[in-house]
């Protein structure tokens, strides 16, 4: 058995020891500009040499409190030891022997805890990818073929990935769409989270240009990600079940960024007792590894051999990290998500109170945002880019989303103190700047 190497603890708080960047830093981001593509999109001249729980360090030793967790994907934290044992334990055995065409433990295990834990009626059938997109494209896949229909149903705001298909689903900002076209047919978007939504899909856009036998699935987001965090209205997520059970449309949930225990349940739509049809996954299903996967009600995945396939997906390296991941989530992370994310929505609270350019906030867990606004009460992204650029500078990691939001998708190992932390340089830059 590799033994794990012995490193210095990291601070548990922030700690900034040169001007940022720092000279190696700097370095780093020079040589990446000259050789990289500029779609990537990198907010702040962060470069990190490791990471610890929910504290991360640059190549030039200053210390930062993540509250972005790699975009959601590091729930458990950074190098947790048994995720990083789980990895180093299976590399030493075999990297790669692709899960298409032959079999291996890690992977099977994987799909087991999967379908015994998926909230439908009589377990899952569990495909497994690479990433996101990968999980959105082959959901589009699977229910065209299941139900011989054409038309997808997804909304504005949602985020679903960027190659072609998962693409086509997005509606949340025009340049991830800008100069790419023709894009997927059959796909229309209408708006995210309200009965007022539905009311017009179903009174106005299925009598007249859409017809409800022809769709085979309304893919939707129980909390919206990209789009703003945004958590729809009461009872809006039971009404999308009752469409497509009415016209025989499969509930396809991404739980691409709210899964894997980030709002305190394993799934998202688990706070509102709706059993979907398809679940895509990925983000925090490794701990960082490339993981992805969709989940079926197993009546569901009847496409042949041959019909969609991968030559990485669930990589036995990743499946090792997975069932570790999974097993810490379930023995005490996925609680602590609900504990911690409430501090953070009371911390929150008060700063709107106190701030009248801070909206109330929203979320579940730790999947929580506020807005940024302008004099007028209306969102104000000048704003929270400069609160979060100017976060950066007081060792504080945070990362945007929708028109003018500031999301808080921390490791789900944070402690109390470490969001105290936080919301004091939250509440020092909103003094500074508001």
Request: glycine share 10%.
């Amino acid at each position: 058995m590799l033994s794990i190497p012995t490193k210095r603890p990291l601070p548990r708080a922030p700690r900034i020891v040169t001007s940022l960047p720092g000279p190696r830093a700097h370095a780093m981001v020079e040589r990446d500009r000259a050789v990289s593509s500029p779609s990537y999109t990198r907010g702040y001249p962060l470069v990190i040499a490791r990471g610890e729980g929910c504290m991360v360090e640059d190549v030039d030793g200053n210390v930062f409190l993540d509250l972005t967790a790699g975009i959601a994907v590091t729930n458990t934290g950074h190098t947790h030891p048994e995720v990083v044992q789980a990895i180093q334990d299976q590399a030493a055995q075999f990297l790669h022997m692709s899960g298409t065409d032959f079999y291996y433990e890690p992977m099977v295990e994987l799909a087991e805890k999967l379908a015994a834990r998926a909230p439908f009626p009589n377990g899952a059938k569990v495909f497994f990818t690479n990433s996101g997109t990968e999980s959105n494209e082959g959901a589009i896949k699977l229910a065209r073929y299941y139900t011989g229909r054409s038309l997808i149903i997804a909304f504005l705001g949602a985020f679903h990935g960027r190659t072609y298909g998962a693409m086509s689903l997005t509606g949340s900002k025009a340049v991830q769409r800008q100069q790419f076209g023709p894009l997927v047919p059959g796909v229309t978007h209408i708006p995210y989270g309200t009965h007022e939504s539905l009311d017009y899909l179903e009174q106005k856009l299925f009598p007249a240009v859409l017809p409800p036998l022809e769709v085979a699935a309304i893919v939707v987001e129980p909390i919206q990600g990209e789009g703003g965090y945004i958590v729809p209205e009461d009872g809006f997520l039971q009404r999308v079940r009752n469409l497509c059970d009415r016209y025989n449309i499969l509930m396809v949930v991404d739980e691409v960024q709210s899964g894997m225990g980030r709002t305190g349940k394993l799934f998202a739509i688990e706070h509102w007792d709706v059993q979907p049809d398809i679940i895509t996954l990925a983000k925090g299903i490794a701990s960082g590894l490339p993981l992805g996967a969709i989940l079926s009600r197993p009546e569901l995945m009847t496409w042949p051999p041959g019909s969609h396939a991968t030559t990485f997906g669930g990589n036995p390296v990743a499946c090792a990290a997975a069932n570790v991941t999974l097993r810490l989530l379930e023995t005490g992370i996925m609680e602590n998500a609900l504990n911690v994310g409430e501090l953070l929505q009371a911390g929150l609270t008060r700063l709107a109170k106190k701030f009248k350019q801070v909206s109330l906030p929203r979320g579940k867990g730790l999947m929580v945002a506020i807005d940024l606004l302008d004099a007028a009460g209306n969102p104000d992204g000048k704003l929270r880019d400069k609160i979060v650029d100017e976060a950066f500078y007081k060792g504080l990691l945070l990362l945007g989303c929708g028109r003018a939001a500031i999301r808080f998708c921390p490791p789900l190992v944070i402690d109390s103190d470490q969001i105290q932390i936080a919301l004091e340089i939250i509440e020092e830059l909103l003094i500074a700047n508001c």
